[in-house]
């Protein structure tokens, strides 16, 4: 049994880094044709896939928030790591990471785990 879970601050300040980590086990995120997501969900809107990092290390990211995302993973710890720069009110959400065999994570079905998912309030 996968599972993962988000770890990091609940609360940021406008315009600081927000940084959050994604723990796996039951699984390596080396294996081969699994991607590794971080997805977010604002109050009250749908699921946003944020960018991903894939078995083999390749980073996508979504073309709305590529400048200010990075991705990156350290497989010694079996685990990966969300940094969104510049954070304003409007990156309040719950942050979700999740595994996939698809690269972009816009459904709930797209990814076959998920964490429980992480309040990130944005706030001074």
């Known amino acids: ?3 993962l879970q988000e770890s990091g601050p609940g609360l940021v300040k406008p315009s600081q880094t927000l940084s959050l980590t994604c723990a796996v086990s039951g699984g390596s995120i ?6 590794w997501s971080w ?3 604002p109050p009250g809107k749908g699921l946003e896939w ?3 990092i894939s078995y083999s290390g390749i ?9 200010r995302t990075s991705i990156s993973r ?3 710890k079996n685990q990966f790591t969300l940094q969104l720069s510049s954070v304003t009110p409007e990156d309040t959400a719950v942050y979700y990471c999740a595994r996939a065999r698809v690269v972009a994570v816009t459904t709930r079905t797209s990814g076959d785990y ?3 998912g992480t309040q990130v309030t944005v706030s001074s």
Do not use: A, E, F, H
Request: aromatic letters at 16%; zero cysteines; a positive charge.
């Open 1 to 3: 049994q996968v599972q």
């Open 30 to 35: 080396t294996t081969i044709r699994y991607y």
């Open 39 to 41: 997805i977010r969900q």
């Open 50 to 52: 944020m960018g991903t």
């Open 59 to 67: 980073t996508y990211y979504s073309p709305s928030l590529k400048s």
């Open 74 to 76: 350290d497989t010694s």
């Open 114 to 116: 998920w964490g429980q």
